[in-house]
């Protein structure tokens, strides 16, 4: 019997190693790519040029995914991007998402994709005061989507309100926060990016606050910093080797001028993805603001010294695309046998986090219920058990395990109606 016991656990169970692979995410300020003003125009912001340069970049950096701000509310330029920048010499694999602008904006966010590695499963408009809030949510192509196994990925991409005063920082903050009400609304907890141009000036401003350190009802979906960098931003050398806004001194009329002094963009992560509990992690150290080499506070990112960050054609490219700096991380994506395979229709997630030693069972039940929860070592011997009660959401359990010996465990979590699910414990 206990020999069956161990059996039905360890097929509900993946040991074999997991595969990983690497995404590498890209978030870019287009500026006015494909809208002509009185300021930026043919001449000075020239959209074929521009994809000219946006593809040194492109090729440079490689993302599997590219979110960007302030491009035309056009589909024709959409396209250029797609054809003329990502499917070139014989290429066809990059796809869009499709276009929303239900704030009536001149500019709007976009996404790009390798469908190689990626499918675009669902979108949709999280607020649209001011402009347009994308949620897109990707899946991971991987063999183990035969099992269900399915690997989510949600980018958010914002362009907050710019301008400082205190009615812009006001903007901002509704945005932000208009955000958060609709993934608490709408989504579970996950694998989340927040990135954007944020025009932010300082961490104190509200709207950042409402991301890193949301009100208690929010408190599930908090992004973090990959570099944590709180501070003021503007103006500051401190911060010059983060600074993404402006590229150049003297501006041409459709940049802005000034030069590198503000960090005006960002991408956050969520903490399933800064603890990587949830089949997707950041990768330590891969932050960064493209061509940002921290020596050039207040001036132009290609005057003298010798920018060394990048290749040469890339840094001009960068120094005359836009007055953004594009940020870029790296994310670990590991498939297959993460330890579960759920067969609890009324729990939506659950993994095992480790804080300082302990071990916590993280759960996102779909509505209050009881449920008896056993740690089983490998020769099938229930080491420990208990029955707790789960509220609907997010529920944190400590474990038992400050006694276990070391190897390898399960953790059977099971219902009162034959609903079981299983993960694999390392105390």
Known sequence: MIKLLLLTLLSAVYI????????????????????????????????EQKDLYLKSIVDHVNPQILTVNEISQYEFYHNQILNQVFN????????KAAITNIAGSYIINS??????????????????????????TLYYKHESLADGDTTFIHCIVAHLKASSGSSNEQARATMANNTMNWLKNNMKPGNYLMMGDFNLYKSAEDAYQYLVNPLPVNQAYRFYDP??????????????????QSVSASGNGCQASGGMDDRFDFILASEK????????????ESYKALGQDGNHFNTSINAPPENTTVPADVLNALGNN???????????????????????PDISTADIQYAGG????????????????????????V?????????????????????LAKGIYLLNIAGFKNESLTLKLIP
């Open 16 to 47: 074999h190693t997991a595969a990983q692979d690497t995404i590498t995410v890209m978030h870019y300020n287009l500026l006015n790519y494909g809208n002509y003003t009185s300021y930026c125009t043919s001449a000075n912001n020239n959209h």
């Open 358 to 381: 302990e071990r916590y069972l993280s759960i996102y039940s779909l509505k209050e219920q009881r449920i008896k929860i056993s740690i089983i070592d490998m020769t099938g011997c």
């Open 111 to 136: 996404l790009f994709y390798d469908s190689r590695k990626l499918v675009l499963h669902s979108q949709a408009v999280a607020q649209s005061y001011i402009r347009d809030i994308n949620v897109y």
């Open 88 to 95: 070139t010499n014989g290429g066809n694999y990059f796809r």
């Open 227 to 244: 570099i944590d960098r709180p501070g003021n931003w503007s103006n500051n050398s401190s911060f010059s080797d983060i600074h993404t």
């Open 322 to 344: 836009s007055d953004h700096l594009p940020v870029v991380l790296k994310l670990r994506i590991s498939t297959g046998p993460t330890g579960i395979k759920n067969r609890f």
């Open 383 to 403: 080491i420990n058990s208990k029955q707790v009660s789960l509220s609907s959401g997010n529920n944190s359990i400590k474990l038992e395990t400050e006694n």
């Open 273 to 284: 993805i800064m603890q990587g509990t949830n089949n997707i992690s950041y990768i330590p």
